[in-house]
């Protein structure tokens, strides 16, 4: 009796990028791959979220920055929350900041691949998504293991109102009014701000509080 070999179904994709020509490489790639079928593509994440709705992917290719309309993240906490049968999402960008990856890794996406990955590990990845496998690119992996290990400095709620006021741009003196305290306090405080954040400029400790949202 002759065993029936039933064939396996590929992962069905759908692409998301704001870029044609980064699609239609992604596309030609995908092609390549017996077991990847591409089911669609999108150039922003409201187009994403309706044919998601409507093909019903088994993974979206998903990249960050999209130009007008929402975001990559926008679009992976709406396609990871919707009902039924919902497609896992795999990040695929050139973004590799701690707070991209944070934010990415909350809204629910499965894996988060940079460009730069060689085409192997795309497939491979994309087959981990599909199966809900987290697949992580090795300096992405390295970034959350090292701030695993590196808990976020601890501020004091005077130490987070500076830091909020500096945000906005304002200066010493103008800190000192909004917060009824002295100019020389201020800096006091900024010292203690630099030291905890590893920076020694104000626009440093913004963008680090940023990116590990410490900021309200």
Do not use: W
């Not at 926008?74 to 049968?85: E, I, N, S, V």
Request: aromatic letters at 2%.
């Amino acid at each position: 009796m002759t065993e029936t070999t039933v064939p396996v179904r590929p992962v069905r994709i759908l692409l998301c990028d704001d870029h044609a020509v980064v699609r239609a490489g992604l596309l030609a790639l995908l092609d390549s791959a017996p077991d990847i079928e591409v089911v669609g593509e999108a150039g922003t994440g409201e187009e994403a979220l309706a044919l998601a709705a409507k093909l019903l992917p088994d993974v979206v290719l998903m990249d960050l920055q999209l130009g007008p309309g929402i975001d990559g993240v926008t679009a992976t906490q709406r396609l990871t929350a919707a009902p039924g049968g919902r497609p896992h999402v795999l990040v695929l960008t050139t973004y590799d900041t701690d707070a991209d990856i944070t934010r990415a890794i909350e809204a629910g996406a499965t894996g988060y691949l940079l460009k730069a990955e060689r085409p192997e590990e795309l497939f491979a990845a994309i087959h981990a998504a599909a199966d809900g496998r987290t697949t992580l690119s090795a300096p992405v992996a390295g970034r959350v293991m090292a701030n695993l290990r590196s808990p976020r400095p601890t501020l004091t709620a005077r130490e987070r109102d500076i830091l909020a006021q500096l945000a906005q741009g304002l200066g010493n003196r103008e800190i000192a009014k909004a917060l009824f305290i002295s100019e020389a306090t201020v800096k006091t405080h900024l010292g203690r701000i630099y030291d905890k954040l590893g920076v020694d400029t104000r626009a440093g400790a913004v963008a680090v509080a940023k990116e590990q949202r410490l900021l309200s």
